[in-house]
């Protein structure tokens, strides 16, 4: 399928929190901008386009990625979740009660893609050491907190699993 | 902490913690309108350039291009800080002035489709020779950036307080020193943007900005229009630390494209944008001179100051006069004299970076005091004990101090630190090191010239009276107003945080605040909240005593419950008596605004730095330095704050860790670079280092509390948001020193010049 400028579609399935949906995109279509302009998550933000910020961290397949640096053809067949997925129904995800809780929170706009870090983490290794919270953590740059409260809710979350 | 206060004083959680961590916290690059288009900026590539013709037909026929605009489309009335130094256009006529000067604007269908229709304007340009170096702008001879400031001086500041000659020459031991700081950005995470919408005469724009009442009053004064047809709209945004408190390009080119299209227009920046629009710290060049007695009492300071302003004056007039102002503050010395020039390059302008133009001199200072104190035999906290500043004192520039612990801070971080123990006896490679700052809780002046009060609020209570909302201009951009501001409602109204809700940073609702810059909003938009709070629990004890058929005086309210003073019994709740008051009365609104009084001097600048109150701390750091790699790694770092009254202490200890965790980024990464042709080198956030979490240190705060609460606070309350990234600088330079004999007189202290040094230092040795 082409537009009139010759460019073509592809059709691209994905299972994104949960549920799935067939989406045509050009081939240079990203996966940050089927999330937020397709599928309306925008939780899951633009911070550098370039994979140098971490706020559009989303878990593909459970591993954390950045999803500016992924074409959405190449998430096609794969399950991706956003921010919008990690809380159950009303439920909120221990991870992110734990940051609230330790006023881990500022601006609020690297939040998401540090809670999915933090999930990923938490989902390999239940009780991660602090340098191995902030090893995991250190793709996802915060400007407001020196990432202080963010390290002592990972590890909090990690404690209450 | 005093024990009435049930609300303020306690780690409530963020009243907006919830929607930013599931996603559902709507930035402005986040929203979208029905028809909505999306627009940009063409900018300069050259950094100084006539522009002799502008072509913008071909990007026109594109499909999906909706308008292109150029400075003949907008209006050509210059902006900035200040009517003296109005020097910017929305778009460039004649000149462009930097690599990253806004020229042409497009709005179109989609993203992809602006951007190519931006490679489609043909500007033609002849390139000018170009001032890149602030030393040499003032030469006679170099190209004149604007035409009405001579020499490219674009401030320029002579202030002499007390007598500086007199007190060197009666002085035990003078020296003078010399340092460099650095360009940096504040790199909020979120990046710019603006959605304009302008309809049926009157123009909406979403913005992520510091200041909505700020950029109202810009927009109505650019294309003519009342305040009132003007709507500014903050959503949630992802911090500013200054650069987000002036209007870019973006709002007016945005408003414009929309009328013209009768389309909302979405209009954005993206990183490299961001940089090159900048408005970050200024880089200075700082020479300290001062006179000591004996004891090492300091007798006078002079400081000699150029910074580089980058093309614009953006708000670095209010920077210039800062970066001399804020020095007298923490030292009880009675002679200063202070020289600046502000410079323009055709470079991007510098503004206002948290702690304004304070940190870098504070560097100079904290620098030169610890070699005076070397010099003297003196230990540097020592030195500084002697000096610290005393409460209910006056600076020579006249700011009037009245609650300060700085001594205290001193004497914490001493402590806390253990500094006795391990100054002098720490293993090789390893050093401790002190420095001091102290900040303003708010400007004493407006940010434009206007009698309007600094802030104001009102409060509703909602007609079953179950909660109230306070509806307030002040804006949290992410340090938490919000949340302080329904803390501090409730305790003034007797009610509970939990029950509140707020509107806030919108200009059509809310009442007006000048935003969030200088450390203002706790203090001043806090007064206004409180005023409200009380005329709203004074109604309600009118009520409630009318329907108990007690007098007034006999009853107060705490926490939604009315009760009698003299027994403490409850009697009513908060949410019937207001309910009663609704049916009787109608709605039960309290309304507070406030004005700080006339402070400061009548010398020429005497406004900037003036402030009601002003936070003090010090810093102590303890770093370990890699001798063959010159890497530092600081193990840990000791801040001690006077910040007065603390409405909510974990947010407040939130923001400590932030302002140094920004002190310590431009201490040893952060610097903007640019080629040799005035084009930014890392303009990214991969060669842009901010420090990760790998980078920081173990960080104990704390915090000491004058034994009287600082009388122009409501509570009590001072700075605590920028204060902290004032010391940070100085506090590593003197820690390196310690550690390893180097003495670093330039910004970043970046791992490349500690092992430059210690080469320098043993190669000197060998020669020797």
Redesign the interface.
């Known amino acids: 399928m082409e537009d009139r400028q010759g460019r073509s579609r592809h059709l691209v399935t994905l299972v994104v929190n949960g549920d799935e949906y067939t989406l045509a995109v050009k081939a240079n279509t990203l996966l940050v901008n089927v999330l937020r302009d397709m599928l309306d998550l925008t939780g899951t933000k633009r911070g550098c386009e370039l994979g140098d910020c971490g706020s559009c961290t989303v878990l593909l397949d459970g591993r954390p990625v950045n999803s500016c640096l992924v074409l959405a053809v190449e998430a096609d067949g794969h399950e991706v979740t956003t921010i919008e997925g990690v809380a159950q129904n009303d439920r909120l995800d221990r991870i992110q009660e734990a940051f609230i809780e330790n006023a881990a929170i500022q601006c609020g706009y690297c939040t998401p893609g540090m809670i999915l870090s933090a999930k990923a983490l938490l989902t390999r290794n239940p009780h991660p050491t602090e340098a191995e919270v902030r090893q995991a953590i250190a793709g996802n740059l915060c400007r407001c907190t020196g990432y202080v409260n963010i390290v002592k809710a990972v590890l909090a979350a990690a404690e209450n699993s | 902490m005093p024990e009435e206060f049930d609300v303020i004083g306690r ?1 409530k ?2 009243i ?12 402005c ?2 929203l ?1 309108f029905p028809n909505m288009l999306v627009g940009k900026i063409l900018t300069s590539p050259y950094a100084h350039a006539r522009i002799l013709s502008i072509d913008t037909s071909e990007a026109e026929k594109l ?1 999906g291009v909706k308008a292109v605009i150029t400075h003949r489309d907008v209006p050509d009335l210059k902006y900035g800080i200040s009517p003296a130094r109005w020097d910017e256009n929305i778009f460039c006529i004649d000149k462009v002035r930097f690599v990253g000067d806004k020229v042409a604007a497009v709005a179109a269908v989609d993203e992809e489709t602006v951007y190519q229709a931006l490679k489609l304007i043909r500007v033609e340009y002849e390139e000018l020779p170009a001032v890149l170096d602030p030393l040499t702008s003032m030469d006679e001879g170099m190209p004149q950036i604007h035409e009405q400031f001579p020499r490219n001086i674009n401030t320029e500041i002579h202030q002499h307080f007390g007598d500086v000659e007199k007190a060197f020459a009666e002085a035990y031991h003078v020296r003078t020193d010399r340092f460099v700081g650095q360009r940096t950005y ?6 710019h943007s603006a959605i304009a919408i302008w309809a049926d005469g009157k123009l909406t724009v979403y913005s992520s900005t510091q200041s909505p009442h700020y950029f109202q009053y810009y927009l109505a004064r650019e294309f003519g229009l009342p305040m009132g047809d003007v709507r500014v709209i903050k959503p ?4 500013g ?1 200054g650069g987000k408190l002036e209007p870019t390009g973006l709002e007016f080119a945005g408003a414009v494209l929309s009328r013209l299209t009768g389309r909302p227009v979405k209009m954005f920046y ?2 490299h944008e961001m940089f090159a629009h900048n408005r970050g710290r200024h880089r200075q060049y700082m020479e300290i001179t001062s006179g000591v007695d004996k004891d090492g009492r300091i007798l006078g300071v002079h400081a000699n100051f150029i910074m580089d302003g980058g093309a614009y004056t953006s708000l670095g007039v209010a920077s210039a006069y800062y970066a001399g102002a804020m020095l007298p503050l923490t030292y009880g010395f009675e002679n200063f004299k202070f020289d600046m020039y502000r410079v323009y390059t055709n470079l991007p302008a510098c503004g206002a970076q948290r702690g304004h133009g304070a940190p870098q001199p504070r560097y100079a200072l904290e620098c030169h005091l610890d070699m005076v104190a070397g010099d003297l035999g003196m230990d540097p906290i020592e030195l500084r004990l002697r000096n610290a500043r005393r409460p209910d004192t006056v600076t020579p520039n006249d700011f009037q101090v009245n609650s300060c612990e700085l001594t205290a801070c001193l004497e914490k971080a001493r402590e806390l630190s253990r500094w006795d123990e391990k100054k002098g006896h720490l293993p090789p490679g390893r050093g401790i090191g002190v420095a001091v700052g102290s900040f303003v809780s708010g400007a004493g002046y407006p940010i434009y010239r206007t009698d309007l009060p600094h802030a104001a609020a009102v409060i509703r209570v909602n007609e079953d009276g179950t909660s109230a909302t306070l509806y307030t201009g002040a804006v949290d ?4 107003s919000d949340t302080v501001l329904c803390q501090m409602a409730a305790q003034a109204m007797g009610f509970t945080y939990e029950n509140m809700k707020i509107v806030s940073a919108d200009t059509e609702t809310a009442p007006h605040d000048f935003g969030a810059y200088a450390s203002r909003q706790t203090l001043m938009s806090g007064w206004a909240v409180k005023r409200a709070g009380e005329e709203v629990k004074a109604q309600l004890l009118d009520m409630a005593a009318a329907m108990l058929g007690v007098a007034a005086d006999t009853l107060d309210c705490r926490m939604g419950v009315v009760f009698d003073r003299a027994t403490g019994e409850g009697k009513l709740d908060f949410a019937q008596a207001a309910r009663a008051f609704f049916v009787k009365h109608g709605p039960l609104v309290g309304k507070g605004s406030y004005a700080p009084p006339k402070l400061g001097g009548t010398f020429k600048g005497a406004a900037v730095g003036t402030s009601p109150a002003y936070s003090f701390a010090t810093q102590v750091s303890e770093v370990e330095i890699d001798a063959e790699t010159g890497e530092i790694k600081v193990a840990e770092v000791w801040d001690v704050h006077d910040c007065g009254t603390v409405i909510n202490p ?2 407040l ?2 923001q400590v ?2 302002a ?3 002190g ?1 980024g431009e201490s040893v990464w952060e610097q903007v670079v640019f080629d040799d042709k005035g084009r930014i080198l890392n303009g ?3 060669e842009y280092r ?5 980078d ?1 240190p173990k ?1 104990t705060s704390a915090l000491v509390h004058s034994e009287v609460p600082e009388p122009a606070g409501p509570w009590g309350v001072k700075e605590v948001g920028e204060g902290a990234t004032i010391p940070t600088m100085g506090c590593y330079a003197n820690a390196i020193y310690d550690a390893m004999g180097i003495r670093l007189d330039s910004l970043p202290l970046s791992y490349e010049k500690v092992w430059r040094a210690l080469k320098e230092k043993r190669e000197a040795a060998s020669v020797n």
């Open positions: 780690a959680p963020k907006d913690g919830r929607a930013k961590a599931t996603g559902q916290a709507r930035y690059g986040d979208k499909p504040q790199s909020p995470i979120e990046p949630f945004v992802g911090g630390f993206d990183r951009i992410g340090q938490g974990a947010l200890s939130a860790h932030g140094l965790y920004m310590m990214n956030l991969g901010l420090p990760t979490a790998l920081m960080i």
